[in-house]
């Protein structure tokens, strides 16, 4: 056997062909597999010492095959144990006069084995013993390196071998050489880290734990006075302990932060002081860290971090002479920097990091030095973490220095400045907003001038900032956003494609009357740059990153210009459309997967306005879509590095399935007509289709609950495609027996608000059509919905509860703003999987409106009394409540007022307390006034519309949201307007509450549906307020004809409204056009389009 199994490991090695090369491994994994296994160990073992040209290959194949389970292994299929123990002496002896540190790696693995069962190998641990003693300094550090390995297991398996690791570590830990105390170090802390057990009790105590990690610490000091690789890894092997176990080290801190301080202040390399920083932010885990280490934490981040946020000159000189912001790796220091202040603000919070900020702004602004300025943006850039705490006071403090930055002379400190405010504008809107006056101005002066590197800057950070800005802002500021767009198309690619992402953003916010003009002007430009980047499509044969980025922003920008005016683009939109086609064939043959998807997007939109001239070019995209679904991603391997497995053949494929499954529900949701000659087709591939991961089994079944909608647009049968898809979906959640194709797992929230978010499609669709066509077995789908909701929110609320209880520590001993944000994921995809939840069960009642029958209105009502009495004490239970009060708005809006009021008999009581428990939470204060507002409104109820209480609190949040500023809280805001409304009617209000009531109204800016019913409301009741006409008309004039103008006129459904605004407004047209000269130019603007000047 010896000589061939030399021969076809130099096979193995360097194979002449892949033929070869798969006939070599087919012969060793049969050799491999003779049992018993005697005569290969002993050959194996004997090429890796006798033969040095197959000796490295050899080791690595007999290490991997040792760890192997049970008689998978070689070693496991010895006649006997001794025969084992011999082979592996002769390594240590070959070792011994050789140190390998492969050949330690297999010594390490059969030594884990014997552990496993029960064998013991004295011989390594003599070993161990005698080459410690050796002079050579690469054999003690083999010794070493050998117990390190074996640490790996837990402190309780390697306490079963009778060996002194401690003392023999200990005694490694002093070694002068840094190779052999750097894996001392490394084994130190692998038994720190496997030192608990099972019920996580430790089992060397705590307190020689921490001197063992200080003794650790000291050594790397002494190792800095000759500093080398090895400082760096024994820094490494000391992270770990602090990521994974700073809490079994906590008595440490003030060692571990007198250590890193002296590292950051001394001359040492930038690689240290990096780790140092990732020390610093690994003490973030422990629970007492803010609470007993306040000062030291801050005292730290002023005289360590903060400095290490200042840039080298080399990195200065980098920038002035290249134009170009360094990369990650140049900038390590400063990005670790950064990290631990983001992270220092999402775990620590904001009492802790946000007055540190400040504070380094106030000192930057003091100076002229511009590398103090950089440290200071890139501060002000971290506190994107603190978004959920910053109230508005806290935004516009970091708003006005930044705008005093973009205002600097130096080049650097304003392309900082303006990367800081495109990452703050993403997170802080519309708190960041308020400042518009300043920012807008400030950012196009820079976009004009130049400097095209700041250009481009600035360019980016006014998409941000503008993005979402209200229709009256946008409106104000057209001309400058104009300007800033031609600038830009005349210049860079990159700015160019800023040109058209801000063009695309103000497509989405202004009305299409204003529109009309601008596209006029810019889209003969756009046209023209289309047409020359498909002449380079076509030419070269492959995209640079910034082609893609250009075609991206290009596409976008036609199919959203098109779908606001769609008149405009009826002579052109085959060219577009042929032209899309294009790149998405290009960008699925490239695998350029993010231009594929949002190409494919971008011909959703156009379908809605030019569905017939798409018709047939959206018959090669359908082609696509069939070829990526029906591709095989797997197969079943048979070599030596994926012996029996199935991998993944072709990654590029599982992406691009991802985005089709994506794309191919949403052409369903938009335009099924378009695919319903394609229904046979599509159902059998979707139905068979077998996802590889989460990612598509998720997006499989969206697909799976969208075909019932593609069903009924193809004139199908929809109750006989219902039965037998049904029973594919239901099926995933509750498999029947021997069932092998459960593509649904539901083991984490994620996968929770995936399946409901899907389900929705599937439950709206189903009772749609039951309105038109009734399924005779209607009733028992029925209660398979229930079936299914249920189960999705049981396994919702169980792997919370498990995720909540692997934190419960945390739980106890932080802080609520610690605590919070070390759950905010979890939360975020819990809230969304509530969400959808509560929206399913409202489709009940939102479908059947004032028909819903009563047995399934007393079953909705039940979900909604568990949810909404799981009270606000624990924030699962605040989202169970939001989306019960959800659920009750919606009864109170469709169903007859007496069921309304029995339903809501038990729910007030919750409502009351919901709406004085939580005075932050301005999400479940907006819902709860929407809810209301739709009860007193249905039921005429006085008694809670004339409730003191209820009172004061709108009161008080309509003082509280403005102060907040963001999004929930301005919703809020409108709803609590709106209550005041229709509760002021029904109690019977006197004339000082309207007045008081119409001022805050005023005020309204979140909300065009609650705006339309204050509207509505003051219109139909307007011969009331006599004595605060002017008031009245003034506030109505503001809120009409303002920012929420182009939504609440074009909405199909406020025709009636419309009308009666109308009346009332030429009634009273000498008030209105005093009021309206006074006003905006927008106003002016929209009362002239209206009909009224």
Same mark, same amino acid.
């Given at each position: ?425 993403? !997170?802080? &809107?519309? @708190? +960041? ?6 920012? %807008? /101005?400030? =950012?196009? #002066?820079?976009?004009?001038? $130049? ?100 075609? !991206?922003? &290009?596409? @976008? +920008? ?6 606001? %005016? /769609?008149? =405009?683009? #009826?002579?052109?939109?085959? $060219? ?114 077998? /996802? ?402």
């Amino acid at each position: 056997m010896q000589e061939t199994l030399h021969n076809v490991l130099l096979m193995i090695k360097s194979p002449v062909d892949k033929g070869q090369s798969l006939e070599a491994e087919r012969v060793f994994i049969q050799m491999r597999q003779i049992s018993p296994s005697d005569e290969f160990v002993q050959a194996i073992i004997s090429e890796i010492i006798n033969c040095p040209e197959t000796s490295q290959l050899a080791s690595v194949l007999l290490r991997k095959d040792i760890i192997k389970s049970d008689d998978e292994s070689c070693i496991c299929r010895l006649t006997n144990v001794q025969t084992g123990k011999q082979a592996m002496t002769q390594l240590l002896m070959h070792i011994s006069m050789n140190p390998d540190d492969q050949l330690i790696q297999v010594i390490s693995s059969y030594l884990h084995q014997c552990l496993v069962s029960n064998i013991i190998f004295d011989e390594a641990l003599d070993f161990i013993n005698q080459a410690n003693a050796s002079e050579n300094a690469k054999v003690r550090r083999m010794s070493v390196y050998l117990v390190q390995l074996i640490c790996e297991a837990s402190v309780q398996t390697i306490q079963r071998l009778n060996f002194d690791f401690f003392g023999f570590l200990q005694k490694a830990l002093v070694d002068l050489e840094d190779q052999v105390a750097s894996c001392a170090i490394s084994a130190l802390c692998n038994i720190i880290l496997n030192n608990r057990n099972a019920e996580q009790e430790p089992q060397i105590p705590l307190e020689i734990v921490q001197q063992v990690y200080i003794g650790i610490i000291q050594r790397i000091s002494a190792s800095f006075s000759t500093e080398n690789k090895y400082s760096v890894k024994m820094m490494q092997a000391a992270l770990r302990v602090l990521e994974y176990a700073v809490d079994d080290v906590v008595e440490t801190i003030p060692t571990i932060l007198e250590f890193i301080s002296q590292i950051m202040q001394s001359q040492l390399s930038l690689e240290l002081k990096r780790q140092a920083i990732l020390m610093f932010s690994a003490l973030f885990n422990s629970k007492d860290t803010k609470k007993v280490h306040r000062t030291a934490i801050q005292q730290f981040m002023s005289a360590c971090i903060f400095p290490g946020l200042v840039p080298t000159d080399e990195e200065v000189n980098d920038f002035l002479n290249n134009n170009i912001m360094n990369d990650v790796e140049q900038l390590s220091l400063q990005e670790a920097a950064r990290e631990c202040l983001r992270d220092a603000g999402f775990i620590l919070g904001k009492q802790v990091v946000f007055p540190l900020v400040l504070q380094l702004i106030e000192q930057a602004q003091a100076q002229d030095d511009f590398k103090i300025h950089l440290a200071a943006i890139q501060a002000i850039q971290c506190c994107e973490e603190m978004k959920e705490v910053l109230k508005q006071v806290d935004t516009d403090k970091l708003s006005h220095a930044l705008l005093k930055f973009i205002q600097s002379a130096h080049p650097m400190t304003v392309s900082y400045a303006l990367v800081a405010t495109t990452t703050l504008a993403a !997170e802080l &809107l519309p @708190q +960041l907003q308020k400042q518009h006056k300043l920012f %807008v /101005p400030a =950012l196009c #002066q820079i976009i004009n001038g $130049q400097n095209e590197k700041l250009s481009t800057d600035a360019s980016a950070a006014l998409i941000n900032f503008s993005s979402g800005l209200s229709y009256e802002l946008t409106y104000k500021y057209q001309a400058q956003l104009l300007n800033a767009v031609r600038v830009c198309l005349s210049r860079s690619m990159l700015n160019q494609a800023n040109a058209m992402t801000l063009m695309h953003s103000m497509c989405e916010i202004m009305d299409p009357e204003d529109l009309h003009v601008i596209l006029v002007e810019i889209m003969p430009q756009i046209f023209e740059q289309f047409g020359a980047a498909m002449k380079a499509i076509l030419e070269v044969k492959d995209f640079t990153k910034d082609q893609i980025v250009f075609i !991206e922003s &290009l596409v @976008q +920008l036609i199919a959203n210009a098109s779908s606001a %005016v /769609p008149e =405009l683009f #009826q002579r052109s939109i085959e $060219q577009i459309a042929q032209n899309i086609v294009i790149i998405i064939q290009r960008s699925y043959q490239q695998e350029e997967h993010s231009l594929f998807a949002n190409t494919l997007k971008a011909l959703s939109f156009l379908q809605n306005d030019f569905s017939t001239q798409l018709a047939p070019f959206l018959e090669n995209v359908y082609e696509i879509f069939i070829s990526v679904l029906s591709g095989d991603i797997t197969e079943h391997k048979t070599d030596l590095e994926h012996e029996n497995e199935i991998v993944i053949k072709n990654p590029h494929l599982e992406v691009q399935q991802r985005n089709v499954l994506s794309i191919m529900s949403t052409y369903i949701e938009k335009y099924p007509q378009g695919l319903a000659q394609h229904f046979i087709e599509i159902y059998d591939v979707i139905t068979v289709f077998e /996802p590889i991961n989460e990612d598509q089994s998720y997006s499989w079944l969206h697909c799976m609950c969208v075909l019932l909608r593609l069903a009924v647009a193809a004139n199908q049968d929809y109750t006989q495609v219902h039965k037998t898809l049904f029973h594919e979906i239901y099926t995933q959640f509750y498999p029947e027996e021997n069932q092998s194709d459960v593509r649904i797992s539901l083991t984490n929230t994620k996968q929770c608000a995936d399946a409901a978010d899907a389900f929705f499609f599937y439950l709206k669709y189903y009772l749609q059509q039951q309105i038109l066509n009734p399924d005779p077995n209607y009733y028992e789908t029925e209660n398979k919905f229930f079936q299914i909701l249920g189960r999705i929110q049981e396994k919702l609320n169980m792997n919370t509860k498990i995720f909540i209880q692997e934190h419960a520590e945390r739980q106890d001993d932080l802080g609520q703003e610690e605590f919070m944000s070390a759950l905010q994921q979890l939360y975020t995809e819990y809230s969304e999987c509530m969400e959808q939840l509560g929206f399913c069960y409202s489709q009940f009642i939102t479908v059947f409106k004032g028909q819903v029958p009563l047995e399934l209105l007393k079953r909705v009502n039940q979900i909604a009394v568990n949810w909404i009495e799981q009270g606000t004490d624990t924030t699962p239970a605040c989202y169970m409540t939001l989306e019960a009060i959800g659920i009750y708005a919606d009864i109170a809006h469709f169903v007859q007022a007496d069921y309304v009021q029995n339903m809501f008999e038990s729910a007030l009581p919750w409502i009351f307390q919901a709406l004085q428990n939580k005075d932050d939470d301005f999400a479940l204060i907006s819902v709860s006034f929407y809810c209301l507002f739709e009860y007193v409104n249905r039921t005429l109820d006085v008694n809670v519309a004339s409730n003191t209480e209820l009172l004061n609190l709108a009161a008080k949040y309509l003082e509280s949201s403005k102060e907040d500023g963001q999004v929930d809280s301005l919703n809020a805001y409108d709803n609590i307007c709106s209550y005041l409304t229709v509760s002021g009617q029904v109690s019977n209000q006197q004339i000082s509450y309207w007045a008081a009531l119409v001022e805050k109204c005023s005020f309204m800016e979140g909300d065009e549906y609650e705006i339309t019913r204050v509207l509505d409301f003051f219109a139909k009741h307007f011969n009331q307020f006599t004595e605060i006409k002017y008031q009245v008309l003034k506030m109505m004039v503001n809120l009409f004809f303002g920012q929420f103008y182009s939504k609440i006129k074009n909405d199909a459904e406020n025709g009636p409204f419309l009308a009666l605004i109308k009346q009332l407004f030429q009634k009273e047209i000498e008030g209105i056009v005093q009021i309206i000269q006074n006003g905006s130019d927008f106003e002016k603007k929209n009362s002239a389009a209206f009909g009224i000047l």
